[in-house]
């Protein structure tokens, strides 16, 4: 990779700012680790280096992104290989002095299996429960399906209704029943159907990730404005589901369309604001700040912008609430939704 390529560290260190009220407590509950992702590896070194930045980040909470596998075994099984290996570096940083600790992992699993082989989800996700040693907080089966993938920086090969499908709405049941939270991802054209989903389970705790994903590339660009009317009015629809939550971030990844993962230089933080804040403020008006929580989706959006950046942008969105919403806003949310100990 170019060394001043945009991602890499030369690149995000041309925009520097101070540290804005940095005593705030924080919980990104958000990011992932990898190797050998985006011409790098992305691991506690590398976490910790964002992480400690200039604000008080004091616990993290990983999120499944199907690394670390196994290469053997049954399938089904084979998401056990990243819980594992992310449960040996979560124990890593719990004995770290002044780093702060992944207290909780969201592991994947393939929640269809529910319905022909449901013993072996229950057994995934017993597995992933002692591996985890009581980090293990909930799964993450991503919904994001798009019919022209080629115009996309990030893919799953996903069924196309997969919210729709029974066997996967009983293996939220089961997560519900387990006291498991559910995390997604998916592109705003599938809002409509999540809502659906969120309706026909309303037992099990949903958390959206990422806005629901407004796109601005491919056959999207030059679409924001239509887009986010319609965003609006489904976020609206979808904030009456009182068993979802909302993760505020993951706006600037390549596929929102900003652009900034192309440009010579990052943007400071009121750049960032003035591109999105509307965004930001739609969401806590809709769900409110208990149910909203900030998030990194580092090093996803690493490609866009600089975590004290981000975090900077976000205390200036939040500077308009109380102090007791802002304390939602950067850690009682996450800390509530995802029992993570003080």
């Known amino acids: 990779m170019n060394n001043q390529a945009p991602g890499t560290d030369a690149w995000l260190a041309q925009v520097s700012e101070e540290i804005i009220d940095p005593d705030r407590p924080i919980i990104d509950p958000h990011h992932h680790l990898w190797k050998k992702r985006f011409g790098r590896n992305y691991l506690l070194p590398e976490l910790w280096a964002d992480t400690g930045s200039g604000h008080n980040v004091v616990q993290t909470l990983f999120m499944e992104c199907r690394a670390f596998y196994l290469r053997e075994g049954p399938d089904f099984l084979r998401p056990l290989g990243e819980s594992t290996y992310i449960s040996e570096l979560a124990q890593e940083s719990a004995n770290t002095p002044g780093k702060p600790e992944i207290a909780g992992i969201i592991a994947h699993a393939d929640l269809t299996l529910a319905d022909q082989h449901e013993d072996q989800l229950r057994e995934l996700l017993q597995r992933h429960e002692a591996v985890c040693a009581g980090r293990f907080k909930g799964i993450r089966h991503a919904g994001a399906h798009d019919k022209h993938p080629e115009a996309l920086f990030i893919t799953l090969d996903t069924p196309s209704y ?130 909203c929580m900030f998030e990194s989706n580092f090093p996803v959006d690493r490609l866009s912008i600089n975590y004290h950046v981000l975090f900077n942008a976000y205390k200036k969105m939040a500077a308009r609430y109380s102090q007791d919403e802002q304390h939602a806003l950067f850690f009682g949310t996450a800390q509530h939704v995802y029992s993570l100990d003080a």
């Open 162 to 291: 997969l919210y729709g499908k029974e066997s996967f709405r009983k293996g939220l049941r089961i997560l519900a029943e387990l006291g498991l939270t559910y995390d997604t991802w998916h592109y705003h054209h599938q809002n409509l159907d999540f809502i659906e989903l969120a309706r026909a389970v309303p037992e099990c705790t949903m958390i959206l990730d990422h806005f629901g994903t407004p796109l601005g590339v491919g056959r999207f660009k030059g679409f924001r404005e239509e887009i986010f009317q319609e965003w609006k009015d489904e976020m609206r629809e979808l904030s009456r589901c009182e068993n979802v939550y909302a993760k505020l971030g993951g706006l600037a990844m390549p596929d929102n369309g900003f652009g900034w993962d192309k440009a010579e230089r990052p943007p400071g933080s009121d750049e960032f604001v003035a591109a999105q804040e509307r965004y930001y403020l739609h969401m806590i008006d809709c769900f409110g700040p208990e149910r």
